[in-house]
């Protein structure tokens, strides 16, 4: 990804700009428990989750260098956003030849970290967020006792739909490619079938637009 020098000046704007994005708030979680094969939070919202086993993979994702946009959305999208270039794209549809314009914009992207920490019994959660405007989330974790199994996932803030994949051996990196015009919550989750309580901490980091 290239990189740009801006002013110091419009860097306090972008980090101002960037915690009216992701308030303070996100580093401290809704607590909630699993109940009759619901996940449930204390606030009454139940998150509909799916579940996997995290393949191990070591490719590190990159958050993308552009994002794609409607022309006609262009100038609401991006007011008030540091934008380094912007291109103007004429896409005639194979299958009904319609026409569609579209921007093709090179965001600077503002890298965001939360710590995160608590205690989990088994079968219990917290979640955190709401992260929006956000291209790419990355959550780092470790935890004890490392035999226990830890659950981090990512939830459609609109929906309550979400993944969650499942770790053992005391640490783990999940990264999560998201919709940046969507919000979204993380999840992190003791195996409702844990003998131990998980004493956790990590970051959430999140590359906001």
């Known amino acids: 990804?290239?990189?740009?020098?801006?002013?110091?000046?419009?860097?306090?704007?972008?980090?101002?700009?960037?915690?009216?994005?992701?308030?303070?708030?996100?580093?401290?979680?809704?607590?909630?428990?699993?109940?009759?094969?619901?996940?449930?939070?204390?606030?009454?919202?139940?998150?509909?989750?799916?579940?996997?086993?995290?393949?191990?993979?070591?490719?590190?994702?990159?958050?993308?260098?552009?994002?794609?946009?409607?022309?006609?959305?262009?100038?609401?999208?991006?007011?008030?956003?540091?934008?380094?270039?912007?291109?103007?794209?004429?896409?005639?549809?194979?299958?009904?030849?319609?026409?569609?314009?579209?921007?093709?914009?090179?965001?600077?992207?503002?890298?965001?970290?939360?710590?995160?920490?608590?205690?989990?019994a088994p079968g219990y959660f917290h979640r955190y967020g709401k992260f929006c405007s956000c291209v790419q989330i990355e959550v780092e974790m470790t935890w004890t006792p490392s035999d226990q199994v830890l659950g981090i996932g990512i939830v459609d803030a609109d929906t309550g739909e979400g993944i969650v994949r499942w770790y053992t051996g005391g640490s783990a990196v999940a990264v999560f490619t998201t919709d940046w015009m969507k919000c979204y919550y993380i999840a992190i989750i003791s195996y409702m079938y844990n003998t131990k309580t998980i004493n956790y901490s990590g970051i959430i980091r999140a590359y906001v637009w």
């Open 1 to 120: 990804m290239k990189r740009f020098i801006f002013p110091v000046c419009l860097t306090l704007i972008t980090t101002f700009f960037a915690a009216l994005i992701i308030p303070s708030s996100c580093n401290t979680p809704i607590a909630g428990k699993y109940v009759e094969g619901r996940w449930v939070c204390d606030d009454g919202t139940v998150l509909k989750l799916s579940f996997i086993l995290d393949p191990g993979l070591s490719i590190e994702l990159r958050p993308p260098d552009c994002l794609i946009m409607p022309y006609e959305k262009y100038p609401e999208l991006t007011e008030g956003r540091p934008i380094v270039k912007a291109t103007k794209y004429i896409c005639i549809s194979n299958d009904t030849g319609d026409v569609h314009i579209i921007m093709l914009v090179e965001p600077k992207l503002i890298i965001i970290e939360h710590p995160i920490s608590g205690s989990l």
